[in-house]
């Protein structure tokens, strides 16, 4: 016996370079320093008033000044004050982490040596090899979605997984139809209770950045073992690049030192509540928001045959980062966070744009978009959503150049679908 579901179709878009370009007012690809810097001083502003109203509400939680009716009551107000600065400090310091992203892939600045510095100054203050990543970010711009050229977010294969081959007499390649006997072996190879799957999505929401950074955890898995961003000859760079990771390691040192010294001046728990929590929400952040980005059912990946660069950079969606927590939430993480969840096919058109210009980048573009069918837009981003993505996409077809993810019975959400050019009629869509 089978189970059949029904699944929803991706056209394959066949729009060209010029075309998303074209969409895009010239004006909005204008780089502003003055207008960067503003927006970067304006989130340090906002994490230092919060630290500054943290230490004063700090002060007040004691007997002298506050009434409460438990001695244990003091303590734990005092750690509810820091874990809401932490929390409220992360997030606009990955505001912080965007604004050295957008540095690297200049849009900072007209002035490279003015995006460079700053990406290297503000990442390697957050413990990011500023140009190693920015190397490995622009392989992943290039070919995003690409099964074996993309650099992050990888799917697993059904090989890799280790599955069994796959069988056309027990199911169907596209996920449509799988029996029951399948079903319930996959479930027994992949499937997560609900406690399973909530740890798995939060230490990867803890554990993710560092692992890819030193590991290369969810990454290209062609690289050999042992591939990270701090090595001048790992596999994603060429030898040109070696002073480059140089300088970033360099980065990484004074950070690892600065933080010594703080611990050493102020004690290992100042440093903690102030620095490390923060930092904690901000890997977190950058984590949910990638992978939330480029992970969903609904999103197609390519292997070379069917990959080209505009295919690739809608294999993406736009996400209101909290917006599950209400529109005030919803603007509260686009605005902290500077838009980056929520204009993210815009930034894969074109990355030099700026994030005060993206929005009406992508709107023009939406314009463009909108009438091919192509999906845009995801579930708001957050806790909920991370669940639902991580339990849903288990792996892909080591066959089809055009894959979907596949959940734990191997079913899928989505099949790809191609435009015939030789139908009369342009709007009919043909299994290729």
Same mark, same amino acid.
């Given at each position: 016996?089978?189970?059949?579901?029904?699944?929803?179709?991706?056209?394959?878009?066949?729009? /060209?370079?010029?075309?998303?370009? @074209?969409?895009?007012?010239?004006?909005?690809?204008?780089?502003?320093?003055?207008?960067?810097?503003?927006?970067?001083?304006?989130?340090?502003?906002?994490?230092?008033?919060?630290? #500054?109203?943290? /230490?004063?509400?700090?002060?007040?939680?004691?007997?002298?000044?506050? %009434?409460?009716?438990?001695?244990?009551?003091?303590?734990?107000?005092?750690?509810?004050?820091? @874990?809401?600065?932490?929390?409220?400090?992360?997030?606009?310091?990955?505001?912080?982490?965007?604004?050295?992203?957008?540095?690297?892939?200049?849009?900072?600045?007209?002035?490279?040596?003015?995006?460079?510095?700053?990406?290297?100054?503000? &990442?390697?203050?957050?413990?990011?090899?500023? &140009?190693?990543?920015?190397?490995?970010?622009?392989?992943?711009?290039?070919?995003?979605?690409?099964?074996? #050229?993309? #650099?992050?977010?990888?799917?697993?294969?059904?090989?890799?997984?280790? +599955?069994?081959?796959?069988?056309?007499?027990?199911?169907?390649?596209?996920?449509?139809?799988?029996?029951?006997?399948?079903?319930?072996?996959?479930?027994?190879?992949?499937?997560? %209770?609900?406690?399973?799957?909530?740890?798995?999505?939060? %230490?990867?929401?803890?554990?993710?950045?560092?692992?890819?950074?030193?590991?290369?955890?969810?990454?290209?898995?062609?690289?050999?073992?042992?591939?990270?961003?701090?090595?001048?000859?790992?596999?994603?760079?060429?030898?040109?690049?070696?002073?480059?990771?140089?300088?970033?390691?360099?980065?990484?040192?004074?950070?690892?030192?600065?933080?010594?010294? %703080?611990?050493?001046?102020?004690?290992? @728990?100042?440093?903690?509540?102030?620095?490390?929590?923060?930092?904690?929400?901000?890997?977190?952040?950058?984590?949910?928001? /990638?992978?939330?980005?480029?992970?969903?059912?609904?999103?197609?990946?390519?292997?070379?045959?069917?990959?080209?660069?505009?295919?690739?950079? +809608?294999?993406?969606?736009?996400?209101?980062?909290?917006?599950?927590?209400?529109?005030?939430?919803?603007?509260?993480?686009?605005?902290?966070?500077?838009?980056?969840?929520?204009?993210?096919?815009?930034?894969?058109?074109?990355?030099?744009?700026?994030?005060?210009?993206?929005?009406?980048?992508?709107?023009?573009?939406?314009?463009?978009?909108?009438? /091919?069918?192509?999906?845009?837009?995801?579930?708001?981003?957050?806790?909920?959503?991370?669940?639902?993505?991580?339990?849903?996409?288990?792996?892909?077809?080591?066959?089809?150049?055009?894959?979907?993810?596949?959940?734990?019975?191997?079913?899928?959400?989505?099949?790809?679908?191609?435009?015939?050019?030789?139908?009369?009629?342009?709007?009919?869509?043909?299994?290729?």
């Amino acid at each position: 016996m089978s189970t059949k579901h029904e699944q929803g179709v991706y056209v394959v878009p066949d729009i /060209t370079v010029k075309e998303l370009l @074209a969409a895009i007012p010239v004006h909005c690809h204008k780089r502003s320093t003055l207008k960067s810097s503003m927006y970067m001083f304006w989130n340090m502003f906002v994490i230092v008033a919060f630290y #500054q109203v943290a /230490t004063y509400a700090d002060a007040l939680i004691n007997p002298q000044t506050l %009434s409460l009716p438990h001695p244990a009551l003091y303590p734990f107000a005092r750690f509810s004050v820091w @874990a809401l600065y932490g929390f409220w400090a992360g997030l606009f310091a990955t505001g912080l982490w965007v604004v050295a992203h957008e540095a690297g892939h200049q849009a900072f600045s007209e002035s490279k040596m003015i995006n460079n510095t700053v990406g290297w100054i503000l &990442h390697s203050a957050l413990g990011v090899p500023f &140009h190693s990543w920015r190397i490995s970010h622009a392989k992943h711009h290039a070919s995003t979605g690409h099964m074996t #050229q993309d #650099q992050v977010f990888v799917p697993t294969t059904r090989s890799e997984t280790g +599955l069994k081959p796959f069988d056309p007499k027990r199911e169907d390649l596209y996920g449509t139809t799988v029996t029951e006997e399948v079903k319930k072996e996959m479930w027994e190879a992949l499937g997560d %209770s609900p406690i399973g799957a909530t740890f798995g999505f939060m %230490s990867y929401l803890i554990l993710g950045w560092p692992l890819y950074l030193a590991l290369n955890s969810s990454g290209q898995r062609r690289y050999p073992a042992g591939t990270n961003h701090f090595a001048p000859g790992a596999a994603m760079f060429s030898p040109t690049h070696r002073s480059q990771i140089i300088v970033s390691d360099i980065g990484i040192f004074l950070w690892i030192a600065a933080l010594a010294a %703080s611990v050493y001046t102020y004690g290992f @728990a100042t440093v903690l509540r102030v620095y490390g929590v923060p930092y904690l929400w901000v890997n977190h952040w950058l984590v949910l928001i /990638t992978f939330l980005q480029h992970t969903d059912p609904l999103l197609p990946h390519y292997r070379a045959p069917e990959f080209t660069f505009p295919r690739g950079a +809608l294999a993406t969606l736009d996400r209101n980062l909290l917006g599950d927590l209400g529109p005030i939430m919803g603007w509260i993480g686009a605005h902290a966070t500077l838009g980056i969840s929520e204009t993210h096919i815009l930034h894969h058109v074109c990355s030099k744009i700026p994030h005060y210009n993206a929005w009406e980048a992508s709107a023009a573009l939406r314009k463009v978009l909108v009438p /091919t069918g192509i999906r845009l837009d995801g579930a708001p981003g957050g806790w909920a959503e991370m669940y639902r993505v991580y339990k849903e996409c288990k792996f892909v077809e080591d066959e089809g150049d055009v894959v979907f993810y596949k959940n734990a019975h191997g079913l899928a959400k989505m099949r790809p679908v191609f435009a015939d050019a030789t139908a009369s009629d342009s709007g009919i869509e043909v299994d290729k």
